[in-house]
């Protein structure tokens, strides 16, 4: 009378793995469904819970893998490191986790760590070029760290402890600024944003009082901050047109980013509407208004790009009151990568922007490329893309004296070597290494 008792137990045992396993693979599901609409927090969460159903090995390391890749993109990189090591311990078996670990380990200027892990996703069959982009980029991040900067960079005062970016001037003084933050106060607090776990963004702004100071910012009209994400903005040059980004939520559908516009009305703004390329299949975000209000340039996922976000430009017909097609600046600014946060140099001969794929010191870092007048980035003769103006001069010249620092069992002759910065100071640092140019150019008789 005993066995079909066992039966029915051991039955019930496997039909409980069943659905233990059946939930499991369903919660993996909507986290996939979160992560795909960049909802980074809320996917953690449904990743977390689902780790909890998860009985086998690989399961956990597959979950341990999404789990690194979700805190990476919300720059939790210390939380990144632990979940992909521990999906590396799992064995799971994509060369990603390789490649993912080694960006993250990057980001925390863990460089040599960083070269190991580029060196395994080689290894493993990941993509050469992939690869030894990330190789060259940890040992130029080590030489720029070895090089101090000229630059000082100090915390604005009126920075708080949440989430504040995307700065720019509201007025031609520069005594006005704009920027997003998810600081205490906003239209939304109380509201878990699922991107990334705080209040959702609003645009802010803050004056200089007449001691200099600035002052406590304040949010803007409600007409332009909703319960929802608005993250950065640009204003035109007489300051009555404001771009921004907005971030919608419908719960009956995939919600992306979009760009959209508010018209300055007496002393305050009218109700925004959305950019009519800015379609709302695709994100879109990061607006820059050249200083004519000719041209657009923001930053999208729409296709055509090269990877990631990418930086795009759109003119606007004045006299027809249109925009006209999305134009991507090309392979030389845009990467694989995510390219961010378009702006210009107040001659507009320079484009600034952020990325996480040129060679840097790892995640997003600054970089800049010449324009030519038709707002794309310049080319040489051959065609080759234009960097810049230099930051280092270094000069052979034939001069009595030169070179007295260094040890005349050095020295050549007149023929003396110094380095300068392109404004014409000593470059000290440089000098204090270039015997090697004094090494090399060595008459044979010292050799």
């Keep these: 009378?005993?066995?079909?008792?066992?039966?029915?137990?051991?039955?019930?045992?496997?039909?409980?793995?069943?659905?233990?396993?059946?939930?499991?693979?369903?919660?993996?599901?909507?986290?996939?469904?979160?992560?795909?609409?960049?909802?980074?927090?809320?996917?953690?969460?449904?990743?977390?819970?689902?780790?909890?159903?998860?009985?086998?090995?690989?399961?956990?390391?597959q979950i341990y893998f999404k789990l690194g890749v979700c805190c990476k993109s919300i720059n939790n990189f210390k939380e990144a490191e632990t979940n992909l090591r521990n999906a590396i311990n799992a064995g799971y078996p994509d060369a990603l986790v390789h490649l993912n670990l080694a960006q993250v380990l990057k980001a925390r200027q863990n460089y040599s760590e960083a070269i190991e892990q580029f060196n395994l996703y080689k290894s493993k069959g990941g993509d050469s070029k992939v690869a030894l982009d990330g190789l060259r980029s940890c040992e130029i991040a080590k030489r720029i760290l070895e090089t101090p900067t000229r630059f000082k960079v100090d915390n604005a005062p009126f920075n708080s402890k949440a989430k504040d970016y995307g700065p720019c001037f509201s007025d031609k003084k520069n005594t006005s600024i704009m920027f997003s933050s998810n600081r205490e106060g906003s239209m939304g607090s109380g509201n878990i944003d699922e991107i990334s776990g705080g209040n959702p963004s609003d645009l802010w702004e803050t004056k200089k009082d007449k001691n200099e100071k600035w002052a406590t910012p304040v949010i803007l009209h409600p007409s332009v901050c909703t319960e929802v994400n608005e993250g950065r903005s640009w204003l035109n040059a007489k300051g009555d047109l404001l771009f921004f980004t907005r971030c919608p939520e419908d719960k009956q559908r995939n919600n992306y980013c979009g760009l959209f516009l508010a018209r300055k009305q007496a002393n305050t703004w009218g109700d925004a509407e959305r950019l009519p390329f800015s379609i709302d299949t695709v994100n879109f975000g990061d607006p820059y208004l050249t200083a004519d209000g000719k041209t657009l340039y923001y930053c999208s996922r729409m296709k055509g790009g090269s990877g990631g976000t990418d930086i795009w430009s759109c003119s606007f017909n004045e006299k027809a009151n249109s925009w006209g097609q999305p134009t991507n600046l090309g392979s030389k600014v845009n990467t694989r990568g995510n390219e961010r946060y378009p702006t210009l140099s107040p001659d507009g001969k320079r484009l600034y922007f952020s990325s996480d794929q040129h060679p840097g010191l790892g995640g997003l870092d600054l970089f800049y490329v010449e324009l030519g007048p038709d707002g794309k980035p310049t080319r040489d003769a051959k065609g080759n893309f234009i960097k810049g103006k230099p930051i280092l001069v270094t000069v052979m010249e034939k001069r009595a004296g030169w070179g007295n620092f260094v040890p005349a069992e050095y020295r050549n002759g007149d023929w003396q070597y110094a380095a300068y910065l392109p404004d014409g100071t000593p470059n000290e640092k440089a000098n204090a290494g270039i015997r090697a140019c004094f090494e090399c150019h060595l008459p044979h008789a010292k050799r």
């Design 1 to 61: 009378m005993t066995r079909p008792k066992i039966s029915y137990f051991c039955l019930l045992v496997f039909f409980s793995i069943g659905i233990v396993s059946l939930n499991a693979q369903k919660t993996i599901k909507k986290a996939d469904d979160a992560y795909d609409n960049s909802e980074y927090f809320k996917a953690i969460e449904l990743y977390k819970d689902a780790y909890k159903s998860a009985k086998t090995k690989d399961e956990k390391g």
